[in-house]
């Protein structure tokens, strides 16, 4: 088969189309024939030569895939060859095959194709692990979403419209904040022009965002954390903005409030698979009934991968970035 590989790590003209060998499936994983794969920040991130696969994952990256199954490891029961899929992948999703543990696969939504399931995985599982069973939204609270316009924004901004949550996003100028209007959101700040924090508050009578979820790190933990009303929680997910930063333990004691962070891809396969499982439960239901829909905004071949990282990383995106195999 053949993947994109990186040899050397660098830009996006690092990553090169070459023939490797097949996977094989191993006990409770089965063997996808790869129908598309979604470009996600990390997939950056590997190039570059800063965030390795975990130990025994495939070394290409692509962090989710959609495609059919084409064998069956030892011990599959409740999946059969021919099956339609998507899957959260700890890498190998830039390839025509890779092998998944059952815990990690989904059925295609209906009514969905086949292609644009590619666009869930990555997404529904970060979004509804971390702001749902991690920090706890609930009805009638406010949450506040950097990057509102990306992929794991555009999710987010609808899961949380979908349990009855009031949510306020960033997003840099008119057209992204007008998209993420469109998927729901209801207050809208322009990080480029305007503090988030004045904003935020002043659209809350002064109380604040219930739960942050910020792609940022370091560069926005202070004024993160006095953008949190009484409560709240922070849960970050990213450090575009570093990884080092200086924590105010007095506001956090006087708001009771509390900082998580997490990785997905590195957990444990039964914590992916509980994950997956509660995904499947709470969110399948909402993309089958349309209150939720992937948001994607271009697909290019999977030959063309340095395309899809440039695009990724000049943020002209709005939603997904999804690669097909042709």
């Known amino acids: 088969m053949h993947a994109i590989t990186i040899p050397e790590p660098g830009g996006p003209e690092a990553l090169l189309w070459a023939e490797v060998p097949d996977p094989v499936p191993g006990e409770g994983e089965v063997l996808v024939e790869v129908a598309a794969s979604a470009v996600n920040r990390a997939d950056l991130l590997q190039r570059q030569g800063f965030y390795d696969p975990p130990p025994g994952a495939s070394p290409y990256p692509g962090l989710e895939c959609s495609g059919r199954i084409v064998d069956l490891g030892p011990g599959v029961s409740g999946w059969a060859v021919g099956d339609e899929v998507c899957a959260l992948l700890a890498g190998g999703g830039y390839a025509q095959r890779v092998a998944v543990p059952t815990g990690q696969l989904l059925p295609v939504p209906t009514g969905l194709d086949l292609v644009t399931a590619a666009a869930l995985p990555e997404v529904t599982a970060t979004v509804w692990s971390n702001v749902f069973m991690i920090a706890h939204l609930r009805p009638g609270e406010t949450v506040l979403i950097h990057g509102g316009a990306s992929g794991i924004g555009t999710m987010a901004i609808q899961l949380a419209k979908a349990v009855g949550a009031r949510v306020a996003v960033t997003a840099g100028g008119p057209e992204k904040l007008a998209r993420c209007a469109e998927l729901g959101a209801d207050i809208l700040i322009d990080y480029r022009e305007q503090d988030f924090v004045a904003e935020l508050r002043a659209a809350t009578d002064g109380a604040g965002a219930d739960v942050v979820l910020d792609i940022i790190g370091a560069k926005y933990l202070e004024r993160n954390i006095r953008a949190l ?7 970050v997910i990213g450090l575009q903005g570093g990884v080092k930063g200086e924590v105010n333990l007095g506001a956090l004691l006087a708001k009771r409030a509390a900082i998580t962070a997490t990785s997905l891809r590195s957990r444990p396969l039964g914590e992916k698979a509980a994950i997956v499982a509660a995904v499947r439960e709470h969110v399948w ?13 271009r697909s290019l071949p999977l030959r063309q991968a340095a395309e899809a990282h440039r695009v990724l990383e000049s943020g002209a995106q709005v939603g997904k970035v999804l690669l097909i195999n042709e």
């Open 229 to 235: 009303a009484l409560n709240g929680r922070l849960a």
């Open 285 to 297: 239901p909402l993309i089958e009934n349309g209150r939720v829909r992937p948001v994607v905004d």
